[in-house]
């Protein structure tokens, strides 16, 4: 979920210090090994929103279409809540999947307990895990607690049950939700328990924490030793939140909001070298085993802004951006249809089935499943580490090195020629099957780009 563009500035969701940062403290309890930990350091996300993903719009839909999440060259799922959907001051035709009625169950408009059961056992049997979207910071008013535990909520002051407030002490404009207070011990305790619900029932691989940074950041301190206790296996744990405190609390991923931002800007004509400044400064602040999601859209950004295809000036731009993206320390995230590069803006309160058919959607998902195996299997893509590049068309291509990988993206719509400095080319090959470089430089096309694994000295 997303407050307003405006509001989100405000509360600083987008500069990566959404709220206020705690007292870093040691690190969460350790995760029990488990011999399948090391999925985690390579995941390689897919983000499902159920209701668009099929023309079914059902969870028998998206198990319909598990290869096609396979071949997209990702290895964990994401779907995006699966709860009924309050309907008292619900916003749009279908209301949002994150105003929960009820956190123990699933939509009857997606499907059964079984189906999701059907879904997780063959993911998993295709060597997929699956996490899901988890809300908890607010309900949907028509949850039973708003009427039966209403001390279970923040109140105004006028002594209401408030809609979410932001970390800035404003409120929000989720008029459809009404905010959980986690002062209260008996919420903390509901929620750990819904949680490990979902664990021990369905044996899911982990979840992506809606607007984490609303909640109290002592909360996840509490929560995640618990849920990592719950099961035997490894969990992946995605906040939506740009504080770097929360892997202190224990989350493995946060959201690479700004650089995203700072991509868009470079679209838009700021110096491409302004993009790897923020990454590599972003980088050395990130505490040791965290990382960040890496994306050029999601359900937020895809409803709000423009889907990648459009913002980036076409499917050339989009693909380059991509792998200027995906590749950076972190692990990278597709959004259903992105691979097929549709231009449908997909809204979050209505019903819009992705259109798979698209004109040239073989050649692209070939480029997005290549890039993918790339960021999971490269050993070099791998480690945090990640060196700013110097070369002669600073303006124009964004250059970073990761291990023996040169990486070089051309983000204007011209051919651009750049010569990295300090770097022997020669002996060099293009991961992403483009010609070898001659001589000293390298021909980037219009919204080109290469991955240039480099001969060892």
Not at 173 to 199: S, Y
Request: aromatic letters at 8%; one cysteine or more.
């Amino acid at each position: 979920m997303r407050l307003t563009r405006a509001a989100a500035l405000a509360a600083g969701l987008l500069a990566g210090g959404a709220c206020t940062p705690a007292p870093r403290a040691g690190p969460a309890a350790a995760t029990p090994a488990t011999a399948d930990s090391a999925w985690v350091r390579s995941a390689a996300l897919y983000e499902v929103f159920v209701q668009d993903f099929s023309p079914e719009g059902t969870l028998r839909g998206v198990l319909a279409g598990l290869d096609r999440i396979s071949t997209s060259g990702a290895d964990v799922i994401w779907l995006m809540p699966l709860q009924p959907v309050g309907v008292e001051r619900r916003k749009g035709p279908l209301g949002s999947r994150y105003s929960i009625r009820d956190y123990r169950a699933i939509d009857p408009a997606l499907g059964s307990a079984a189906d999701l059961r059907a879904l997780v056992d063959s993911a998993h049997a295709r060597g997929l895990k699956v996490i899901l979207d988890w809300v908890p910071d607010h309900t949907a008013w028509d949850h039973p607690w708003i009427t039966e535990r209403p001390d279970y909520y923040v109140k105004d002051a006028r002594g209401a049950i408030s809609v979410p407030i932001a970390p800035d002490g404003k409120p929000t404009d989720w008029t459809d939700v009404a905010q959980l207070d986690f002062a209260n011990p008996a919420v903390r305790r509901e929620m750990v328990d819904a949680m490990r619900f979902w664990l021990e029932t369905y044996g899911l691989d982990g979840f992506r924490v809606d607007v984490a940074g609303f909640v109290p950041i002592a909360f996840w301190r509490e929560a995640i030793p618990a849920l990592r206790a719950a099961v035997p296996r490894r969990l992946l744990l995605l906040a939506e939140w740009g504080d770097l405190a929360l892997h202190d609390a224990g989350f493995d991923l946060t959201y690479g909001w700004d650089g995203y931002a700072k991509l868009k800007e470079v679209w838009k004509g700021a110096p491409a070298s302004v993009f790897v400044e923020q990454v590599m400064a972003d980088a050395a602040a990130m505490p040791a085993g965290g990382g960040r999601l890496r994306f050029t859209t999601n359900h937020d950004e895809t409803a709000w802004d423009r889907p990648p295809v459009t913002l980036f000036g076409g499917a050339a731009g989009a693909r380059t951006a991509f792998v200027a993206m995906a590749l950076l320390p972190g692990r990278p995230l597709l959004y259903n249809g992105q691979e097929v590069e549709s231009p449908q803006r997909l809204g979050l309160f209505e019903r819009t089935a992705v259109a798979w058919g698209q004109p040239d959607s073989a050649a692209a998902r070939a480029h997005y499943a290549r890039v993918m195996d790339l960021a999971r299997t490269e050993p070099a893509l791998r480690a945090p580490a990640i060196e700013d590049v110097a070369t002669d068309a600073e303006q124009d291509v964004i250059a970073y090195r990761r291990g023996d990988l040169l990486v070089l993206v051309n983000a204007r719509p011209r051919p651009v020629s750049v010569t990295p400095q300090g770097i022997a080319l020669a002996g060099a090959t293009d991961l992403l099957g483009g010609p070898p470089p001659v001589g000293t430089s390298v021909a980037l096309a219009s919204h080109g780009a290469v991955v240039l694994r480099l001969a060892r000295p």
